[in-house]
């Protein structure tokens, strides 16, 4: 857990919070951080600039409590001995902007995100973040915790897959676990029938050809002592199976590439990996080499 030594944390004064600073606790303990990033992002006030002029006090006063109240939860939430440095960061401006410009600034490992429970906003602001970040980012759904119970990653034989690997291993070794699930979603490719063969043949074909790419693809990955134990289901829908997978198998944490190969094979894509994100209640880590689009970010910020 070496790579995640600078951690930045969202939160929005809400019930969620004490549960992502909590969540983070942990994370910080696992990855031996040294450097806590905790966010909060004011929307823009409605008020006249000539009354906060002659009343600074408005807006000094709600990024003050803010500040206290960042405080309590590091105080009351934090495990023993787990002491990072810690930064509040109040700003006022778009909740997606602020992020990815401290990302930026900071030069954030992960990013962990709390996702409010049947909230659109919520949602779709981590499917953003997931895409735009410049680092790897950790969502988690409102009243789950971290637990490296069941971890699994999706795997599509792709160096982006790879990483999620990677991350993956570290996650459970650093939890003190040793088994890890590994998912593969596979199709039978339009056009089968042209190769005489039928739908349930083509796909057995498909199978073996998977189980073969996995462990080529595994023999590569550094294990550290680390058993994978990998699954393979035929469905022409990724989403829905990897999501299927992880509410049928009791998964407690999802690793996934944040981008992928091409669509023959029903693998991971980006779009698919924001889609996990709306669809999945486990914490979900979306898994980017740090520093992905950060020269989109440059220029834009510039």
């Not at 966010?39 to 600039?49: Q, S």
């Not at 499917?127 to 119970?149: D, H, Q």
């Not at 039978?188 to 043949?201: A, L, N, W």
Request: proline share 3%.
């Amino acid at each position: 857990m070496y790579r995640y030594k600078r951690i930045l944390i969202n939160l929005n004064m809400d019930k969620n919070d004490a549960n992502i600073v909590k969540q983070a606790s942990v994370i910080a303990e696992m990855a031996k951080s040294e450097k806590l990033y905790f966010l909060y992002t004011e929307r823009k006030m409605d008020i006249p600039d000539e009354l906060i002029k002659e009343y600074p006090a408005l807006t000094e006063s709600a990024a003050d409590f803010a500040r206290e109240k960042i405080s309590g939860l590091i105080e009351t939430e934090f495990q023993a001995g787990v002491k990072p440095d810690t930064n509040i960061i109040i700003q006022e401006g778009q909740i997606l902007d602020e992020i990815l410009k401290q990302t930026r600034i900071n030069g954030i490992d992960l990013v962990i995100y709390g996702m409010t429970a049947d909230n659109a906003r919520s949602s779709n602001l981590a499917t953003k973040l997931a895409r735009k970040a410049a680092c790897s980012v950790l969502v988690i759904p409102e009243g789950s915790e971290l637990s490296l119970e069941r971890p699994l990653v999706a795997v599509d034989f792709s160096e982006y897959s790879a990483e999620a690997v990677d991350a993956a291993v570290a996650f459970t070794k650093a939890a003190g676990s040793s088994n890890l699930g590994a998912l593969h979603v596979y199709q039978v490719p339009i056009g089968f029938h042209k190769t005489g063969k039928s739908y349930d043949e083509f796909a057995e074909i498909m199978q073996k050809n998977a189980e073969n790419h996995f462990k080529e693809f595994i023999s590569d990955v550094k294990m550290e002592n680390m058993k994978i134990n990998p699954s393979f289901v035929l469905n022409a829908k990724p989403v829905e199976a990897i999501s299927k997978f992880v509410k049928d198998n009791g998964i407690t944490f999802l690793s996934v590439g944040a981008r992928g190969r091409g669509a023959g094979a029903a693998i991971m894509l980006g779009s698919v990996s924001e889609r996990l994100i709306e669809n999945v209640e486990v914490p979900i880590l979306a898994v980017k080499k740090k520093g992905s689009g950060l020269n989109i970010l440059n220029a834009i910020f510039n």
